[in-house]
């Protein structure tokens, strides 16, 4: 079983659709992280769960909602999308607490999105 | 806002070349890392440097943190193919939503 699992790995929908990207971790970490990746752009963050406390990026639209029911699942629900949200969305998880030195991100392979 | 620039944007060498990968920024972090993204997968951590100054080698990588903790660079000696890949480093604060800032990214590809 690999650290961080994300489904699907692709997934093309129009803009009046519903759809929600899956993560699942299973290296016991107390953080999750959604990420937006888009082509000539530095990884963006979009919202942490973090020790039960959920922090945002306030650019992130409306249209993208988070959702983590425990410390080891995290979605992240899409509706009425724009062509300009297709990008990978990546999933990352972390054991926050620890000495700065040892703490990082383990990342899933990520979601390609594509919005027509 | 936090920015990290890397530089350059894209490098294409030949297998047994050097290169050096650059990232700077006018903020100061507690610590920088290193990832690299292969195509089709999310990042993977290399290194951590946390000291100003610290150097850390990662067989024929060789990384720095700057003395003042605003910059730091990936050297690669004798590169393979095997290095091609996509080139990030991160700044890490303290908390919240800027815990991690993400550079511009490096995308290296290595020709045999």
């Known amino acids: 079983e690999t650290g961080v699992t994300q489904t699907p790995r692709h997934l093309v929908m129009g803009m009046t659709n519903k759809k929600s990207l899956k993560c699942e971790q299973h290296?016991?970490?107390?953080?999750m992280y959604w990420y937006k990746q888009s082509a000539k752009k530095p990884l963006e963050l979009m919202f942490v769960?973090?020790?039960?406390?959920?922090?945002e990026n306030n650019s992130v639209p409306s249209r993208f909602s988070p959702e983590c029911p425990n410390s080891s699942h995290l979605f992240l629900h899409l509706h009425t999308l724009q062509p300009e949200d297709s990008a990978l969305y990546l999933c990352?998880?972390?054991?926050?607490?620890?000495?700065?030195?040892?703490?990082?991100?383990?990342f899933g392979s990520g979601t390609q999105l594509s919005v027509l | 806002t936090q920015l990290l620039e890397q530089s350059p944007q894209f490098l294409s060498i030949q297998e047994g070349e050097n290169l050096t990968v650059y990232c700077n920024s006018s903020?100061?972090?507690?610590?920088l890392q290193w990832y690299r993204q292969e195509p089709g997968e999310g990042p993977v951590l290399l290194v951590t440097v946390v000291t100003g100054g610290e150097v850390k080698k990662l067989k024929r990588l060789t990384f720095q943190f700057g003395d003042a903790r605003k910059d730091s660079s990936l050297h690669i000696t004798a590169a393979q193919t095997g290095d091609t890949g996509l080139y990030l480093c991160a700044g890490v604060g303290t908390s919240g939503t800027y815990k991690y800032i993400f550079g511009t990214g490096t995308r290296l590809k290595v020709l045999a």
């Open positions: 990352a998880s972390s054991q926050v607490g620890q000495a700065i030195a040892i703490e990082k991100l383990f």
């Open positions: 290296l016991g970490h107390n953080a």
């Open positions: 903020s100061v972090f507690s610590s």
């Open positions: 769960y973090s020790l039960e406390e959920r922090v």
